[in-house]
């Protein structure tokens, strides 16, 4: 790939560009606002529990007609960053007072977490291995994407890894988003707000609360 990009630069990039088009159309934010803000703490050796580092850059940025390569580019230049920014961290006593809460973004914000090396579905417990698994919350929040390796049990070469969305239902157009159909396949829904105790439709329910779905490369 351009530049030396990875394969989690290129899947952010495309999942960017896609959420923030059509995320845009809804809350038809300032394209010059801040946008973007990683949350990758798979690459640093030390964990920092909900710590965020935001890497700013803008609504025009995602939605544009730029290359993806580019995009791909920009997202490991904003990756890179946050080295130097985790290290202005070092000298908090009090880790837990950096913690912020989510709900409280700009709505076009995205934190996205990669749990791939975690490795849990290789986990001998004695009796059965994990499958897979899922990052645990009592409700889904706004904003949040969560990337997860591919099924233990899948022997089929064309299935990849699992990435976990969480947006508005009414953006229940998402999931027909034409780029989307290319590279992923849609699983199903994860969970949704508890306020909303009816039967999920993602095709037909315009309820503003959030839900989280599935998503798996193909």
């Known amino acids: 790939m351009a530049h030396g990009s ?3 630069d290129a899947l952010s990039a495309f999942m960017w560009c896609a959420l923030s088009r059509i ?19 798979w690459h ?3 964990p920092y529990e909900n710590v965020s580092v935001a890497a700013a850059s803008t609504v025009v940025d995602a939605i544009s007609e730029s290359p993806r390569w580019k995009l791909a580019y ?6 890179n960053t946050l080295d ?5 961290f070092a000298k908090v006593r009090d880790k837990a007072a950096l913690g912020i ?12 977490t990669d749990t791939r090396n975690t490795n849990k579905t290789v986990a001998d417990i004695g009796f059965v291995r994990p ?4 990052v ?9 994407i969560v990337l997860y390796p591919r099924h233990a049990s899948s022997s089929s070469s064309n299935e990849g890894l699992e990435i976990s969305v969480t947006y508005e239902k009414a953006m229940k157009y998402f999931i027909r988003y034409p780029e989307w159909g290319r590279y992923f396949e849609y699983l199903g829904v994860d969970s949704s707000d508890p306020k909303d105790q009816r039967i999920i439709d993602l095709i037909t329910d315009d309820l503003p609360h959030p839900q989280a779905i599935s998503m798996e490369t193909l």
Not at 84 to 88: A, H, P
Not at 101 to 112: A, G, K, M, N, S
């Open 74 to 79: 920009y997202i490991q230049q904003l990756t």
């Open 101 to 112: 809460r989510v709900e409280t973004c700009l709505p076009l914000l995205i934190l996205q």
């Open 23 to 41: 995320r845009a159309l809804m809350f038809i934010p300032d394209l010059l606002a801040p946008l973007w803000c990683p949350k990758a703490r």
């Open 84 to 88: 130097e920014s985790l290290n202005k």
């Open 6 to 8: 990875s394969t989690y």
């Open 131 to 134: 499958v897979t698994y899922r």
């Open 44 to 46: 640093f050796r030390r």
């Open 136 to 144: 645990l919350g009592d409700c889904p929040c706004n904003c949040i």
